[in-house]
T-cell receptor, first 111, second 115 residues
Framework: GEDVEQSLFLSVREGDSSVINCTYTDSSSTYLYWYKQEPGAGLQLLTYIFSNMDMKQDQRLTVLLNKKDKHLSLRIADTQTGDSAIYFCAESPVGRRALTFGSGTRLQVQP | EAGVAQSPRYKIIEKRQSVAFWCNPISGHATLYWYQQILGQGPKLLIQFQNNGVVDDSQLPKDRFSAERLKGVDSTLKIQPAKLEDSAVYLC?????????????FGNGTRLTVT
């Protein structure tokens, strides 16, 4: 079955790096996504990675994928207070098309 | 480009009442999704449309929830009658093709409180 798991909470100091982890169970997922949700808003797509890639970098964001362990991580370099939000990872299993989301990781950035 | 529009932003109703939510997807997006997000949880898919046809409604509680997308553009989601456990944010999303590499774009959601 499909189950995406994330840790609930992460607190970092401004300027540090943040690493948010995710595990998924469906090995057929061809794309894996990271979304950001700020209070009272919908989900904003941050980045995504194709399953045949190990790493993708996009400015301050680095996504690492370990397909063998079904582990996905999002690293945010030089974390800013504006990065405080809930971060969701999501998978798109083959044949399902719609995304399956984790429960989200709340990132708190302290000044 | 204009984003996904949803209305209303907030709705408070009593249990057993009815409620409807409206969504206008990004122009040209063939696929439309309704998700339910209960406080503290990730979004859960309720229904997915491709143009005006239903692709997946396996997790839609059909005894009380209904959705339509008559002309393949706007969509409405209805709950009748509402229960306390329906309190959640209802998110609409759209994507260009509904395939793996076609990202979902979300609206800001409708926050429903059932008392």
């Amino acid at each position: 079955g499909e189950d995406v798991e994330q840790s609930l909470f992460l607190s970092v100091r401004e300027g540090d790096s943040s690493v948010i982890n995710c595990t998924y169970t469906d090995s057929s997922s061809t794309y894996l996504y990271w979304y950001k949700q700020e209070p009272g808003a919908g989900l904003q797509l941050l980045t995504y990675i194709f399953s045949n890639m190990d790493m993708k970098q996009d400015q301050r964001l680095t996504v690492l994928l370990n397909k063998k362990d079904k582990h996905l991580s999002l690293r945010i370099a030089d974390t800013q207070t504006g990065d405080s939000a809930i971060y969701f990872c999501a998978e798109s299993p083959v044949g399902r098309r719609a995304l399956t989301f984790g429960s989200g990781t709340r990132l708190q950035v302290q000044p | 480009e204009a984003g996904v529009a949803q209305s209303p932003r907030y709705k408070i109703i009593e249990k057993r009442q009815s409620v409807a939510f409206w969504c206008n997807p990004i122009s040209g997006h063939a696929t439309l999704y309704w998700y339910q997000q209960i406080l503290g949880q990730g979004p859960k898919l309720l229904i997915q449309f491709q143009n005006n046809g239903v692709v997946d409604d396996s997790q839609l509680p059909k005894d009380r929830f209904s959705a339509e997308r008559l002309k393949g553009v706007d969509s409405t989601l209805k709950i009748q009658p509402a229960k306390l456990e329906d309190s959640a944010v209802y998110l609409c999303a759209s994507s260009f093709r509904g395939e793996d590499n076609s990202p979902l774009h979300f609206g800001n959601g409708t926050r429903l409180t059932v008392t």
